[in-house]
């Protein structure tokens, strides 16, 4: 480049060079006022507070709504031949947790027959992992010496605290569970049932035709990439679940099946679910093999399938859909793991997806939407 160009173009103005670096068919995105963004803030801050507090009720709301637009299809065609929209969301129903169940059914044998087996398999364990057995010890007693130090003088008096029980806490845990169920069973029924009930109220009470199009066009698109991308994220999952049970049969592993079905449960969760399931996978490994590195082939085998599976064959079938930030789905697993811990970390990138959608149809959140893209 010449002296005359560069002189031209550090005397051009700073718009001017921004703008002819940008295409000339892209919108510049629109940032809100700052009063706006901060009220925002505090809106925001509000809301967590109160769906951190409400959880035993939002989270089987939100579950419901998500299994709505993963069944809604299923419902339309049962419609289609002329299906009563309740019986044909009862059908759906009964066959998906029907055959939920008989699955778990079938599996409840093995998994219960492992975890009877796991203080058995204890010195096993020890035995396999004696190379860790010198700093565990090390870390023993460095623990023991900080709990001599925060011990208070004797005098003879001793004070005991007593929680509220194991038993109490399996059962308040299972209540809970049960309770939960119950409610996303529930709506989802009358969800179903009631198909495109609450978006033709929400037309009718909307002012202006411009509005009653953009609700139009953002139910429907949210219903068709969810749908779709919970459809793929399901098909993908079973896949990955056939072929660590057929990784797990080759390798000799005891209970293929019950495998298969862990990683297919453990592929929902982005992330934390296959490195929970490399984890796991290792220990199934130690507890089965007599050597260390024939332990290491389970949890080879399981990443090795993740590894097609996550970086090759999923994003190219779920890229055609929708692209997220990657460190925000990553800020966001972790931060719903927080808030409401399992079910969160599951519905995390769903509402994230379902957030961007809504950013990019409303004016102001152009710029949030435009954030949150990949």
């Known amino acids: ?134 700093p565990v010890q090390q870390l023993m007693r460095a623990t023991q010496r900080v709990e001599k130090l925060a011990e208070a003088p004797s005098d003879g008096a001793t004070v005991t605290v007593k929680g509220p029980g194991l038993m109490n806490y399996l059962f308040t845990g299972t209540r809970s569970v049960l309770a939960g169920f119950g409610i996303t069973v529930l709506m989802l029924f009358f969800l179903l049932a009631s198909g495109d009930l609450f978006m033709r109220k929400l037309v009718e009470i909307l002012p202006s035709f411009r509005d009653k199009k953009q609700a139009v066009t953002m139910s429907h698109e949210i219903e068709h990439n969810i749908s779709a991308y919970l459809v793929t994220i399901s098909i993908m999952n079973l896949l990955v679940g056939i072929a660590t049970t057929m990784a797990m049969a080759a390798l000799g592993l005891p209970d293929p099946m019950l495998w298969g079905a862990v990683a297919f449960v453990l592929n929902y969760v982005l992330i934390l679910g296959p490195l929970t399931g490399v984890a796991l996978f290792f220990i199934v490994g130690l507890l089965t093999f007599d050597t260390l590195w024939m332990s290491l082939l389970p949890p080879a085998a399981y990443l090795a399938i993740h590894i097609v599976e996550g970086e090759v064959v999923t994003p190219m079938l779920v890229a055609r859909r929708f692209t997220l930030n990657p460190v925000l789905v990553i800020g966001s697993l972790i931060f719903w793991d927080w808030m409401w811990g399992i079910p969160g970390a599951l519905l995390a990138v769903p509402m994230l997806a379902v957030f961007k959608i809504v950013c990019d149809r409303t004016r102001p959140l152009t710029a949030v939407g435009h954030f949150i893209g990949g």
């Open 1 to 134: 480049m010449s002296d005359e160009t560069l002189l031209e173009a550090r005397s051009r103005p700073a718009e001017e060079i921004v703008a002819a670096a940008e295409p000339a068919d892209a919108e510049t995105p629109t940032f809100p006022p700052m009063r706006s963004v901060m009220l925002t803030g505090i809106f925001v801050l509000l809301l967590f507070y109160s769906l951190y507090f409400a959880a035993e009720i939002i989270v089987p709301l939100c579950f419901a709504v998500l299994l709505k637009l993963l069944l809604q299809p299923a419902v339309r065609v049962l419609q289609r031949l002329r299906f009563p929209s309740s019986v044909a969301a009862l059908v759906v129903i009964i066959v998906l947790f029907g055959g939920l169940g008989m699955v778990g059914y079938a599996l409840s044998g093995p998994a219960t027959a492992w975890i009877e087996r796991a203080p058995e398999s204890l010195p096993r364990l020890e035995q396999q992992l004696r190379v860790l057995q010198r």
